[in-house]
Structure formats: C-alpha cells, structure tokens
C-alpha cells in the first residue's frame, strides 16, 4: 500500500505539483515517520516549495535513521546548493559518491559544484565519470561541451610542454638559423614524442595520441612558419 502512495507522489513530484506531493508524503509518514523513501521525496518537495529549513530538517532526520544512505547525503547535498552553501553541499555530494560510486548524477552534481568553485579539472573528471556510467543523460549540446572542456583541460594538462616547444623552436630557428633545419624541428617536438611514449607506457593511448597529433600539428605550424621567414 506504501508503495503505491510513494509512486503517487513520485509522479506528483515529476508533474510539478509539490504542494500535492508534500500532502502525499506527509500522510505516508504519519503512518510510518521512519519511512526513509518518503522523508527523501517530501525534503524534494520541500526543496521546490522553498521551504528549505524545513527541508533540510527532513533530510537530516532520515540522514539520522541511515547515515550510510547515498540518496539521503545527494539530497541534502541540493538543499544546500540551494541554499548557496557550496562547500556544504560539496561535502555530502563526496560521501554519497563514496558511498555508491556507480550513480552518474553523483557525479553531474559533483561538477556542477566543481564549476561554481572553479575547480576545473574535478569537473571535467567528474562529467567524464557521469558520461561512461550513464551516456544518456547529456544532451548533443551537453556532449559537445564536453568535448570543448576536453580539450580545454588537455592543454592545460600540456601547458609546460607547449611551453618548452615555443622556446626551442624560437632558439632552434630564429637564434641559431635556418641550417640542419629538419633535425631542429624534430627537437622541437621532442616534448610532444616524449609524452606520447609516456602516456604509452602508462596505457593511457587516448593522450598519448593527442600528444603525437598536438606533435605534428607543431611541426606542421613551425614549418610554415620557417619557410615564411627563411624562403
């Protein structure tokens, strides 16, 4: 019987109808006011109608029953988003995703807090983790902003090695000349070569051809460079 009255205000819930949902659940735990599933769905209900003391006081009552409930610590971890406590919500956002890893909107909430803190990098790992473990919850947009933050991070990650290839190609060429021009081009990517062998020996193929591509791509622009300047 529970069941079906939980279902109900789920759907009430997916309908927009808080104040229906609320009134659902508040029944249901008058009857049984340690139903975990109903205080969850009733701190969501609250969370919509902006009652966000009351709904924090839901969530911490069910956090009390189950400390170990992922669900309980992603929902408290909202009404804190909610309530711009960031660092708050970042907290249980991290022990709910220690407690059941394999949950993709763990982790889409994870980002989200990331990027509104500016940690770029937990945010990309983190959307990277929600795309493998649940692919159909971004949409084309979201999958091609993934893909932009991708590269983004990529080259933050190969920051000090562009570096090093802009200084070597400027010795290389332009402080010692234009002779053994191949062999000074080569050098210059040495950097690139040297990471893509690396991120080989660590099994890690996709970055180590984006190394050697990023390589080549170098050589290809200083050699045009060269000749525009030399020839």
């Known amino acids: 019987m529970n069941e079906e009255r939980i279902a109900i205000a789920k759907q009430l819930l997916r309908d927009g109808d808080y104040s229906a949902a609320r009134t659902a659940l508040c029944e249901i735990l008058a009857a049984n006011p340690q139903n975990i599933t109903a205080l969850v769905h009733l ?21 009390g029953i189950e400390p170990d409930n992922p669900e309980v610590h992603f929902r408290i971890s909202l009404i804190y988003y909610t309530m711009g406590e960031i660092h708050k919500a970042r907290d249980h956002i991290s022990k709910a995703i220690a407690l059941d890893p394999d949950v993709a909107k763990y982790y889409w909430e994870q980002a989200r807090l990331a990027n509104v803190l500016k940690d770029i990098k937990t945010a990309f790992e983190c959307l990277e983790a929600a795309y493998r473990l649940d692919p159909s919850m971004f949409s084309k947009r979201a999958r091609t902003e993934l893909w932009g933050l991708r ?28 002779d053994w021009f191949l062999l000074k081009l080569l050098a210059a990517g040495l950097p690139f070569i040297g990471a893509g062998v690396y991120y ?10 984006g190394a050697f591509i990023l390589g080549l791509l170098w050589g290809g622009a200083t050699y045009a460079i060269a000749r525009w300047f030399f020839l």
């Not at 701190?43 to 956090?63: F, G, I, K, M, Y």
């Not at 080989?200 to 051809?209: M, S």
Request: charged share 20%.
């Open 43 to 63: 701190s969501t209900a609250l969370r919509h109608l902006e009652l966000l003391d009351e709904a924090l006081e839901v969530a911490q009552s069910a956090l």
């Open 200 to 209: 080989l020996t660590r099994r890690r193929q996709r970055r180590a051809v």
């Open 151 to 178: 590269i983004l991070v990529g080259c933050i990650k190969l920051r000090g090695l562009i570096a090093w290839g802009i200084l070597a190609t400027y010795v290389l060429l332009f402080e010692i000349g234009y």
